[in-house]
């Protein structure tokens, strides 16, 4: 079983809608999780970290399951430039690593 | 602002070949990443350096080593190149005590022949 797993989609998204999507972790030792953004053909960069309690920075909103290991991400008002892979990342306790999802692709449309 | 950087965006090598991957930072970071990315598999690690001259195997480091001489520069070394190496490679940084803000360099698309 993967470390972590992302639907891959691609989630295909009107200009202001609203998307969401999950990963889950299969650590449940695991205490820190983030969602870092890939541009095509660019590096991963770190989005926002993920807190127990959820998270909003601006249009994204994270959240935490601890119970049914999983995270969210939630982007309203999508606008063009949101059009990304998502990458879902969790740290390894056993090794402070971190494990890397597959990503999530997601094209916000005119 | 950091910035990481590679000594090639593409690069085409025959098999059999050595191969160098240089990767710099500017940001007197302690820790630095090799990583390969593949379509459905993520980022995998493929070895990790804490210190100068220290470092540590990822998750993949079978065809794999590296030298870390100066704090700045870390280099992966592919001592025989195959075609299975062919991949996204992904340089990162971070300092000491946040091993998980990673700082990625633009990567080098090798392909090997």
């Known amino acids: 079983r993967k470390e972590v797993e992302q639907d891959p989609g691609p989630f295909n998204v009107p200009e202001g809608a609203t998307v969401a999507f999950n990963c889950t972790y299969s650590?449940?030792?695991?205490?820190?999780f983030f969602w870092y953004r890939q541009d095509c053909r660019k590096e991963p960069k770190l989005l926002m970290s993920?807190?127990?309690s959820g998270n909003e920075d601006g249009r994204f909103t994270a959240q935490l399951n601890r119970a049914s290991q999983y995270i969210s991400l939630l982007i309203r008002d999508s606008k063009l430039s949101d059009s990304a892979t998502y990458l879902c990342v969790v740290n390894r306790p056993n090794d402070y690593k971190l494990s890397f999802g597959a990503g999530t692709t997601v094209t916000v449309r005119a | 602002d950091v910035k990481v950087t590679q000594s090639s965006r593409y690069l085409v090598k025959r098999t059999g070949e050595k191969v160098f991957l240089e990767c710099v930072q500017d940001m007197d970071h302690e820790n630095m990443f090799w990583y390969r990315q593949d379509p459905g598999l993520g980022l995998r690690l493929i070895y990790f350096s804490y210190d100068v001259k220290m470092k540590e195997k990822g998750d993949i480091p079978e065809g794999y080593s590296v030298s870390r001489e100066k704090k700045e520069r870390f280099s992966l070394i592919l001592e025989s190149a195959s075609t299975n190496q062919t991949s996204m490679y992904l340089c990162?940084?971070?300092?000491?005590?946040?091993?998980?803000?990673?700082?990625f360099g633009p990567g080098t698309r090798l392909t090997v022949l």
């Open positions: 993920v807190y127990s």
């Open positions: 990162a940084s971070s300092l000491a005590g946040d091993r998980d803000t990673q700082y």
């Open positions: 650590n449940s030792a695991s205490q820190s």
